[in-house]
C-alpha cells in the first residue's frame, strides 16, 4: 500500500474546524453563548499548547449532539458546511489529494476532531477513509462520551495502526500544521509541514521537511 494521510484543520482547511462549530453554534443561538464561548476558547487555547484534555474536550462538544435527533443534526451540519466550511476549504489542498488519487494512492484524513463534524468535510475534499475521534452512538442516538482511543498526538499512530490491521505500508505521505502531529509526521516515509505552527516550522526545519502554504490570504 502506497498512503496518503492528511490533517484536516489549518492544513486542508484554513480554520479548525472543531472550534469554528462552536462558534457557529453559538451565532445561530443554539447554545448558551457566554459559556460555550468561554469552554470552547480555552480548550482550543489547550491544543495549541498542546495541554489539551482531549476527552473533557470532545465530552463538551459532544453535548449538543446528546440533546438533537439526527435529522436535525444533519440539517445543522449542512448549514455549518455551506456557511462556515466551504469558504475556507483550501484549494490547493484539494488539489493534493487529487494529485495522490491520480497515482492510485490510498488517501486517509486523520484529525484528532470529531467523527460527526469531520466525515462530511472530509468528503467534500474526496476522503472516504476517515480516521477522527469518535463519538460514541446507541440505538441512533449520541451518548456524550468518547469510543476507544482518541485520534490525537500519539493517538493517531495507535488509530492508525488498528485502521491498517497489519496491512503492509510501501511508503506513506503525511501533510499537517501542528506540531500535536509530530507522531504522525515522523512516522511517514514523506513528511509535510502545511503552514505550521511555530514548533512545527522548527521541527521541520530541523528534520529538512519541506513547508507548504496553501493558506487562503
Known sequence: MKLALFDLDHTLLNIDSDHSWGEFL?????????RHR????????????????VIAYNEF????????????????????MQKVIAPQMRPEGLEQVKYHQS????????????????TPIFNA?????????????K?????????????????KLVRLEQWLKGRNVEESWAYSDSFNDRFLLEYATHAFA??????????????GWPILDWSII
Not at 61 to 80: G, R, W, Y
Not at 125 to 137: K, L, N, R, S
Open 26 to 34: 453559538i451565532q445561530e443561538g443554539l447554545v448558551d453563548e457566554k
Open 38 to 53: 468561554e469552554m470552547n476558547d480555552q480548550f482550543y487555547e489547550d491544543y495549541k499548547t498542546g495541554q489539551l484534555d
Open 61 to 80: 462538544v459532544f453535548e449538543f449532539l446528546t440533546q438533537h435527533d439526527q435529522v436535525t443534526l444533519a440539517k445543522v451540519h449542512t448549514c455549518f
Open 103 to 118: 497515482l492510485g494512492h490510498e488517501i486517509v484524513g486523520i484529525t484528532a476532531t470529531n467523527d460527526f463534524i469531520t
Open 125 to 137: 475534499f474526496g476522503i472516504t477513509q476517515v480516521i477522527a475521534t469518535q463519538a460514541e452512538q
Open 139 to 155: 440505538n441512533g442516538c449520541y451518548t456524550g462520551h468518547v469510543v476507544g482511543t482518541p485520534c490525537f498526538q500519539a493517538g
Open 194 to 207: 502545511v503552514v505550521p505552527d511555530e514548533r512545527l516550522s522548527h521541527l521541520a526545519t530541523e528534520k
